[in-house]
């Protein structure tokens, strides 16, 4: 019988989708399901998105080009300038989703057996997309007690190797929503600086901060020209999730010049996706205002229900839509099927993501989950409610 490569064999499963047949099973059963296991935004799409597609009149659906079409790029650039990011088109390169982006970065910058670092808990798929390479993931953990703020210097320093190519951080953070402070990106920069390596940051959250408080951007960094990449993509900024269309952006030419092969290869993004994310473009600010104040008013809701919880400790997200909450049990996997295959509470139950799937060390996260506060206040209440009467019951099991 022909056999799996080892690599197919080490990929890891998604946390966030891996319970998917029991949420499914629980709707079958008649259990309604509140889902805040995926970030997965209720917010509708721009109007001015979904109208470029509906009424555009292509006759023929051609390959758009590898890396993104000149008129998207330079509207990405206004965009950038926006936010304080000077860049030209010629710095970005247009993907299919930021995952695409992820694998294009990873495959230009690493060769098999070379270690990426990265601050845990972390993306769940940045265990898949350097396994898919080859590549090995350094784990330096950050903790719920420091609401997951960036490891100290020394535990980065002494992780680094002469296989270490990156640093890869998500920002503001998915799962923890932590929000990097313009000082902790300076001590990055330090330490990329004095070892030669890529600064990779996630920012595919940039517009979701709160509390007065502003997103810092690794290409915004005077001196980290060639040794900062941004993975992007409009998946969550406009809720076009369903677009797939992410970008690279980095001022470094050979970097650059390498992931466009990697576009070539697989010829091109999908030419409708890209029409309705250079239109998306256009959105008014107000949009960004509204979807802003709701995710603090889902945010609050969330953390202040928590609270009520007995032993139940949960992170103050400062951006994205995620938080990290630590629970009283020893396995969350465990739990997070539990509650879909055999508890319901008024016949509701939630479906959650175990947070073990986003940490690559052996053994943490296992007490912890990752909710995605997607859906409306009510709604979240509810969420809770449905938690704290599961527990009870689990518990007692």
């Known amino acids: 019988m022909p056999s799996i490569s080892s690599k197919g064999l080490k990929m890891p499963e998604s946390p966030i989708r891996k319970l998917v047949p029991f949420a499914e099973d629980a709707k079958k059963r008649g259990t309604k399901v509140f889902h805040l296991n995926i970030g997965q935004p209720d917010i509708k799409t721009p109007q001015i998105a979904l109208d470029a597609v509906k009424n555009n009149t292509i006759e023929t659906l051609s390959y758009a080009r590898s890396e993104g079409s000149e008129d998207y790029r330079n509207k990405l650039v206004d965009y ?13 390169v247009v993907t299919t989703g930021g995952s695409e982006a992820l694998l294009f970065t990873i495959g230009s910058i690493t060769d098999p057996g070379d270690e990426i670092i990265i601050p845990e808990p972390f993306y769940a798929n940045y265990n898949g997309f350097s396994t898919a390479s080859g590549v090995k993931v350094v784990p330096v953990i950050s903790k719920i007690e420091d609401n997951f703020a960036l490891p100290k210097i020394e535990d980065f320093e002494k992780l680094i190797t002469k296989k270490t190519k990156a640093i890869l951080i998500c920002n503001p953070g998915n799962p923890t929503g932590y929000l990097y402070s313009p000082e902790e990106i300076l001590k990055l920069k330090e330490i990329v600086l004095k070892h030669d390596l890529f600064l990779i940051a996630d920012e595919v959250y940039r517009e979701f901060t709160y509390d007065g408080l502003q997103h810092t951007s690794v290409m915004a960094v005077e001196g980290l020209e060639q040794n900062a990449i941004i ?51 256009d959105t008014p600010q107000k949009y960004f205002d509204d979807v802003k104040e709701e995710y603090v008013e889902r945010r609050n809701t969330l953390i202040t229900e ?28 465990h739990f997070a099927q539990w509650i879909l295959e055999k508890f319901n509470h008024n016949n ?14 052996p053994g943490e996260g296992k007490n912890q989950i990752r909710m995605a506060y997607v859906l409306n206040k009510m709604d979240l209440i509810k969420s809770v409610q449905i938690l704290k009467e599961a527990l009870k019951e689990y518990n007692v099991e």
Do not use: W
């Open 80 to 92: 950038y300038k926006k936010h304080q990011i000077n860049v030209s088109s010629n710095n970005i």
């Open 231 to 281: 993975i992007d993509s409009v998946s969550k900024r406009y809720s076009m999730c369903g677009a797939r269309i992410g970008c690279i952006v980095s001022k470094n030419k050979e970097f650059i010049g390498t992931a466009i092969k990697f576009a070539q290869a697989r010829l091109s993004p999908p030419t409708y996706a890209l029409i309705a994310s250079e239109a998306a473009l």
């Open 306 to 333: 928590l609270q009520k919880i007995d032993g139940v400790k949960v992170a103050n997200p400062k951006g994205a839509f995620y938080c990290v909450v630590e629970l009283p049990l020893k396995d969350s996997d």
């Open 348 to 361: 509701e139950t939630v479906m959650i993501a175990p947070a073990s799937g986003f940490y690559s060390t």
